[in-house]
């Protein structure tokens, strides 16, 4: 049972059993006691599991992985490995987003990859798919050519993978069998390869690559929003082959480089993108038009605790401007108060409690006011005619009228010969 106070019209039931209806009964209390009890039917979600999962883009020491979301409000997917052989103990990783990167794996090897959804209560059934690591292979198509006295001249197709160098060895094919070597790097300046990004959130990725085949001081890695015309932003991350990209703005394409660093310069940038997930919501539509109001509704963003509306005149000079906030639960709203015949733009941002996304908007205009046109009373009749007592009387000397002649409409009196 859950107690709320008598202000409040909603509340969430929590700790629930996945995928069980329930009778769901609301009681008024009232000072002097209970009202009358008023119950409806709902069923909770089942944990369900992610759709379609695949291993893809394999090298020598690392899996790419990827699916399709759970249904629900899932908090993030755990991605369970381990070599079919049992070479090494499973692992696992926590990501946030629906793919990932699997590194400092065995070469040639068949890994068994599972992805779980998590929950706020648990987690939902595992699903899996095979994938399998690449051989570390040799070069190709070696040639030995443009002879000397004293030397020999080898070219070579290169190996697949992240190669740091080759061992060349030699040794006279008579007389001395003494094997002599010499290492080469691969060639200067290389840069890295296979630029890949994971771990996407709404501020936030990882930005992956393979290393330059040949022995860096580090990596520099630039970024900046698509299409801007902002500078890059630039990182010199060491070392190392990925780093996590912290403070980006969410559902926004990045352009992303990086560049291996030598003694003497820069490589060629490799290029890429990454997108961090949208914080807003979708299908933004308007209706229930009116002269001074009209409603917008919207399918709502599962990470919402809140939304920001906004809706404003494109004329200055009209009335209407407002902005509120309404719960995480809510999909529609009514604003009212608006000039009649106005255009106005409305948006909705999406917030959680650190995060506000980018606002997505929708423009509407008011209705027409229509005046009514009022009644005319009707036309009185016209008043009757009375002819004039000239008219009347024309004709009338040398007579006289008796006491009870009379005109109709007309008042007699006696008239006397002259």
């Known amino acids: 049972m859950v107690q709320v106070p008598g202000r409040t019209h909603n509340t969430v039931l929590k700790n629930l059993q996945p995928d069980t209806d329930y009778t769901v009964t609301v009681v008024p209390v009232y000072p002097t006691g209970e009202g009358k009890p008023e119950s409806e039917n709902g069923k909770t979600l089942e944990r369900s599991p992610v759709r379609n999962i695949e291993v893809f883009n394999p090298t020598t020491n690392t899996l790419n992985v990827r699916w399709e979301a759970a249904k629900g409000p899932v908090e993030g997917y755990r991605v369970v490995y381990a070599p079919v052989n049992g070479a090494k103990p499973s692992e696992s990783i926590v990501v946030p987003g629906t793919t990932a990167f699997l590194e400092q794996l065995l070469p040639d090897t068949d890994y068994n990859v599972g992805v779980v959804a998590l929950y706020s209560d648990g987690e939902g059934p595992a699903i899996s798919d095979a994938g399998k690591t690449l051989p570390r292979s040799g070069p190709r198509n070696v040639q030995v050519y443009d002879p000397t006295t004293s030397s020999l001249t080898v070219s070579w197709e290169p190996a697949i993978g992240p190669v740091t160098q080759y061992r060349i060895t030699y040794a006279p094919t008579t007389g001395d069998p003494i094997e002599e070597y010499v290492s080469v790097l691969t060639m200067d300046m290389l840069g890295p390869r296979n630029l890949r990004v994971s771990d996407e959130w709404y501020t936030r990725f990882r930005v992956s690559w393979d290393p330059a085949p040949s022995k860096v001081n580090g990596y520099k890695l630039l970024y900046k929003p698509k299409d801007s015309t902002e500078d890059y932003t630039e990182v010199f991350v060491?070392?190392?082959?990925?780093?996590?990209?912290?403070?980006?703005?969410?559902?926004?394409?990045?352009?992303?480089?990086?560049?291996?660093?030598?003694?003497?310069?820069?490589?060629?940038?490799?290029?890429?993108?990454?997108?961090?997930?949208?914080?807003?919501?979708?299908?933004?539509?308007t209706y229930n038009v009116d002269h001074d109001s009209f409603c917008i509704r919207w399918t709502p963003h599962r990470a919402a605790t809140s939304y920001r509306l906004k809706v404003n005149p494109l004329d200055q000079s009209k009335n209407g401007a407002q902005e509120i906030t309404v719960r995480g639960s809510e999909s529609s709203y009514c604003f009212d108060g608006l000039s009649p015949d106005t255009l106005y733009n409305a948006t909705v941002y999406t917030q959680t409690p650190n995060l506000e996304g980018p606002g997505v908007s929708v423009q509407e205009k008011t209705l027409v006011r229509t005046t009514a046109v009022p009644t005319q009373p009707p036309t009185p009749p016209a008043p009757a005619t009375v002819p004039p007592a000239l008219d009347v009387c024309k004709g009338c000397q040398g007579r006289s009228w008796s006491s009870s002649s009379t005109v109709p409409g007309v008042s007699a009196t006696r008239a006397s010969t002259r």
């Open 238 to 285: 060491g070392d190392v082959t990925s780093h996590q990209l912290h403070n980006l703005k969410p559902g926004t394409t990045y352009d992303l480089e990086v560049l291996a660093q030598y003694d003497k310069g820069f490589s060629k940038p490799l290029d890429g993108e990454g997108t961090t997930l949208y914080l807003n919501v979708t299908d933004l539509t």
